[in-house]
Nanobody, 126 residues
Framework: QVQLVESGGGLVQAGGSLRLSCAHSGRTFSSYAMGWFRQAPGKERTFVSG????????YYADSVKGRFTISRDNAKNTVYLQMNSLGPEDTAVYYCAAVRDVGRAIADMPRRYDYWGQGTQVTVSA
């Protein structure tokens, strides 16, 4: 059973930065593709970014391209999301998710992921 634990959320002013972390409990972290999603109040959960098992392939939603960077450290069983130039529109609960990497393109739909963290709140004030 895989457990994912996010951390790093908080309150930040517009234009600021945060780095989210997601720790994966399993011994086979490097077998998983990882994704970050977010959900604002009253809205659907949407894709933010994803990374393949090695970190060599990444994918971003258009809304965060050039501002957010996903990375992973397989030695630490952790995936990161560096978020820069934050704006109020980035306010949401951020979730990390995992799916076995079988060589397919990075998934951007929540239903493609098998494991989810509990989420971490990011609030950006204007």
């Amino acid at each position: 059973q895989v457990q994912l634990v996010e951390s790093g959320g908080g309150l930040v002013q517009a234009g600021g930065s945060l780095r989210l972390s997601c720790a994966h409990s399993g011994r086979t972290f490097s077998s998983y593709a990882m994704g970050w999603f977010r959900q604002a109040p009253g809205k659907e959960r949407t894709f933010v970014s994803g990374v393949n098992w090695s970190g060599g392939s990444t994918y971003y939603a258009d809304s965060v391209k050039g501002r957010f960077t996903i990375s992973r450290d397989n030695a630490k069983n952790t995936v990161y999301l560096q978020m820069n130039s934050l704006g109020p529109e980035d306010t949401a609960v951020y979730y990390c998710a995992a799916v076995r990497d079988v060589g397919r393109a990075i998934a951007d739909m929540p239903r493609r992921y098998d494991y989810w963290g509990q989420g971490t709140q990011v609030t950006v004030s204007a």
